[in-house]
């Protein structure tokens, strides 16, 4: 199949791409390389600051269109995916789908089903906007409603949604906001991860009573994802724990200096209103380190998981994530195997070869449906 991926989250597209080129595909990757992150894309249409930034991004999209013609499938990472506003990203969409086979849309992140779904319907305890039956007010929060209901990104949404030939949702919340509105053509894949297949590092068999513990803090986002909670919940912990715990805190660095911090980590505090383990989460894992974050009932159920629990599960109750610290803390000599079943469930669900095996077969299914 000729394959195109628009956009980035995460290093999706772009571990993805190598997985599908490894079934023997040819696969295109157009992107920003997700801002600051900047992954790998064979395209690269990132946007310069200003209004003349979006005019010369809009130049470059335009010039780009005859080449984003004959593909069989064409992977929208996210409505919004191209850095121009959503009146300008409509008929982009349009051209698409009229010179290629099959759009098919992520469900990855922010975008309007994620917000409308978790603001009326409420199917998640928490998420980024509700806890229990009470919408949250935090500015983050406030901001990302305004942003997409009852807006040109919020109808670009529902347009694409509504007219694509599938929707893949790569986490179980995402899956839960998207399926019931769209049953007959949403699907569940498990994000790709390029596991670490060289020898085991040395941190996760290594056998030491100091829990070594990440966080990474996102100043405009702390309060959002939890990270104010778990931060200060660590700290509460070595106040009683001095020498059980040393608390390694990445704030505002380049992201090779964020992933290097990590990787020397035994565990990482990932973010608190989530059920799963997302990209971050699943590539620490991949490297033996221990994540303090989602891992609820419903992430093992979707993947029909019945044994390996290696995700610290926590929630926004009052002192759940302090206690779930402390445990650890207490029971270094737990350490290893959390480890060890960490590497084992992201190479059993997440392996990008396996990965794109799946996307491989979903997406012959849509090719064999008929429009």
Not at 7 to 13: A, K
Not at 58 to 64: N, V
Not at 99 to 125: C, K, Q, S
Not at 253 to 277: H, K, N, W
Request: net charge neutral.
């Amino acid at each position: 199949m000729r394959i195109l991926l628009l956009g980035e989250y995460s290093n999706v597209h772009a571990t993805l791409a190598k997985g599908l080129r490894f079934l023997g595909h040819e696969v295109t990757v157009v992107s920003n390389g997700d801002f600051w992150k900047n992954y790998p894309r064979d395209i690269d249409v990132s946007r310069k600051p200003g209004k003349f930034g979006g005019i010369m991004l809009s130049a470059k999209i335009a010039s780009l269109l005859p080449k984003l013609r004959g593909y069989d499938i064409v992977q929208l990472i996210n409505p919004m995916f191209f850095e121009l506003k959503a009146e300008r990203i409509l008929p982009i969409y349009r051209f698409l789908r009229r010179h290629n086979r099959r759009v098919v849309l992520g469900a990855f992140g922010m975008d309007y089903y994620w917000v409308h779904e978790n603001i009326t319907r409420m199917p998640l305890r928490y998420s980024d906007f509700n806890i229990g039956r009470s919408l949250r007010t935090d500015a983050v929060a406030m901001k990302d409603r305004n942003d997409w209901i009852d807006t040109p990104k919020g109808y670009l949404t529902q347009v694409i949604a509504k007219d694509c030939d599938g929707i893949i949702a790569g986490l179980f919340e995402y899956y839960v906001t998207y399926h019931p509105v769209f049953p007959d053509k949403t699907v569940f894949i498990p994000f790709p991860i390029k596991c670490n297949q060289d020898a085991i590092d040395e941190h996760v068999i290594d056998r030491h009573d100091k829990v070594r513990l990440f966080i990474g803090i996102s100043k405009q986002r702390s309060q959002y994802k939890g990270t104010d909670i778990m931060l200060a919940a660590a700290r509460n912990v070595k106040e009683r724990h001095p020498d059980g715990i040393e608390i390694k805190i990445a704030d505002g660095i380049p992201f090779a200096e964020y992933v290097e911090m990590m990787r020397g980590s035994d565990a990482i505090c990932d973010q608190l209103y989530s059920y799963t383990p997302a990209m971050n989460a699943l590539e620490a894992m991949s490297h033996g380190i221990i994540v303090i974050g989602g891992g609820e009932p419903e992430n093992y159920e979707i993947l029909h998981e019945d044994k390996l629990r290696p995700i610290i599960n926590v929630t926004p109750e009052e002192g759940n994530v302090e206690s779930a610290i402390e445990d650890l803390v207490s029971h270094p000599e737990r350490m290893c195997e959390l480890k060890l079943q960490s590497m084992e469930y992201v190479k059993k669900y997440h392996d990008f070869i396996k990965v794109a095996q799946q996307y491989e077969a979903f997406y012959h299914t849509v090719l064999e449906n008929k429009h």
